[in-house]
């Protein structure tokens, strides 16, 4: 890649440390100067970041927390209902099985004859 000569204006402080760590370091100021850069646009220094913005006081974030409580209460609430439901639905189940089998069995005695019924109905 092509490199390309600028100037910045920097406090004498900041070029006396970039000299130190390139004299520390075996680099020229440029490398330390172009590492920084990548570093600054590693994963890393976003999560770093992210991390120290999460723990600022600002209203927006204490706003998004606050929503988020809330929707997590709404997803606890629906989770409830689903579970409810799903209790209906399985007694629901429960009660049809039951009455299918009263009703093949009520077919079954049907099918028996005029006198195996009256036998029966003796038999007590």
Do not use: W
């Given at each position: 890649m092509a490199k390309v000569s600028r100037t910045y204006r920097i406090e004498q402080e900041t070029a006396d440390r970039i000299?130190?760590?390139?004299?520390?370091?075996?680099?020229?100021?440029?490398?330390?100067?172009?590492?920084?850069?990548?570093?600054?646009?590693?994963?890393?220094?976003?999560?770093?970041?992210?991390?120290?913005?999460?723990?600022?006081?600002?209203?927006?974030?204490?706003?998004?927390?606050?929503?988020?409580?809330?929707?997590?209460?709404?997803?606890?609430?629906?989770?409830?209902?689903?579970?409810?439901?799903?209790?209906?639905?399985q007694g629901a189940q429960a009660l049809h099985h039951e009455t299918t089998q009263a009703l093949a069995l009520e077919s079954a005695e049907q099918k028996l004859s005029r006198w195996q019924r009256l036998k029966r109905a003796w038999r007590g």
């Open positions: 000299t130190e760590i390139a004299e520390n370091e075996n680099m020229t100021a440029t490398e330390v100067v172009e590492d920084a850069i990548r570093a600054y646009s590693s994963e890393k220094y976003v999560e770093n970041t992210a991390n120290q913005v999460g723990s600022a006081d600002s209203p927006a974030l204490a706003a998004l927390i606050d929503q988020l409580a809330k929707k997590d209460e709404q997803i606890a609430k629906l989770m409830e209902t689903v579970a409810d439901g799903t209790k209906a639905v």
